[in-house]
């Protein structure tokens, strides 16, 4: 596609070059100019945005189209690679149709490089974002068997309650028994605290039958935008809540699983699975904030380094702290 701008004036080899660029079935577009070209498309300005996108075939077809969906392309010697990321607080599904000849796909897992999927790209390639998620795929020719790889998917017809009983405990202080969800700022003496508790359970399984994982639960949108009060420029605050506060490290008969911080709040825990009895132990971890919001010391050493260096930065607002902290187990997770 060739585009002439408010052109008065073309010169006969352009012009025969021209000739040959329609001949061979490209297309000339002709803005607001005096000159003719002939087999050209003549059009105002305002009219090209729309006449590009009817006829350019997009980098990557996203249906349905969501301005949450965000991604980059990279191409290599061999391979396309696409990392797709959602920057919105709800989970979307959506199809991708890659503008490339490559025959295969494989999708990769963005936190731990795995492979999780692969098949063929000559259709539509259906994926699923969690908030905030971000996805890698990979486009090649070479042959990729689909047989090799497990996506991750929710059965509710198979998913199991983790209702307990469970126990919970706060560093030394004894085990005691709990209700999920639990949230460590509704107990007395608890606001300010900043560490871990150890939450624990048990289950019974006959057997175990393909991959299991722990799913903590979804996250909850929080209004309020994504602007951060005070802060001159562009910001950016995520806005949603998750289902533990702030991050879990998952244990299942002593093993440990991994952790989950981010969404998809899930932990992938077959190997450590057996028949009968399971013991599951889910060790929760808050953030600082709880006790920076009372500690007077982080005051009294800004205001010593504000007298000595000037001021440097603008100190966070403390009182406001804890306005959105939740610490715990805010769901009741599910095996799936």
Request: hydrophobic residues 40%; negative net charge.
């Amino acid at each position: 596609m060739v585009i002439i701008s408010a052109n008065s004036m073309i010169m006969e080899s352009s012009r025969a070059w021209l000739d040959k660029v329609i001949a061979g079935g490209g297309s000339v577009i002709t803005i607001d100019s005096t000159v003719q070209v002939p087999g050209a498309i003549d059009l105002a300005a305002e009219e090209l945005a729309d006449v590009l996108r009817a006829a350019v075939v997009p980098d990557l077809k996203i249906s349905p189209p969501t301005s949450d969906i965000g991604f980059v392309h990279r191409r290599g010697q061999d391979s396309d690679v696409y990392v797709l990321i959602n920057t919105g607080p709800t989970s979307r599904t959506f199809g991708i149709v890659p503008r490339t000849p490559l025959g295969n796909y494989e999708q990769w897992d963005a936190m731990s490089g795995r492979a999780v999927r692969a098949g063929a790209a000559r259709e539509v390639i259906e994926l699923m974002l969690h908030p905030y998620e971000a996805t890698v795929i990979l486009l090649s020719e070479a042959d990729l068997s689909e047989s090799e790889h497990q996506i991750w998917c929710s059965d509710s017809d198979k998913s199991v309650s983790l209702s307990g009983p469970w126990q919970v405990a706060f560093g030394d202080e004894p085990v005691r028994p709990v209700e999920l969800p639990h949230i460590w700022e509704d107990e007395p003496g608890r606001q300010h605290y900043s560490g871990a508790a150890t939450y624990t359970t048990s289950i019974d399984l006959d057997d175990v039958d393909g991959r299991v994982w722990i799913d903590l639960g979804d996250c909850e949108v929080l209004d309020g935008g994504s602007a951060e009060r005070g802060l001159v420029g562009p910001s950016y605050r995520v806005v949603v809540r998750g289902p533990v506060g702030e991050v879990a490290q998952v244990r299942v008969n002593d093993i440990d699983c991994g952790l989950a911080w981010a969404p998809p709040y899930r932990v992938e825990i077959t190997d450590a699975l057996r028949s009968g009895t399971n013991e599951i132990e889910i060790v929760v971890y808050n953030t600082a904030a709880n006790a920076l919001a009372v500690d007077d010391h982080i005051t009294r050493l800004a205001r010593a380094s504000e007298a000595r260096y000037g001021r440097r930065f603008r100190m966070q607002d403390l009182d406001q702290a804890m306005a959105t902290v939740r610490s715990g187990l805010l769901q009741v997770p599910t095996l799936q």
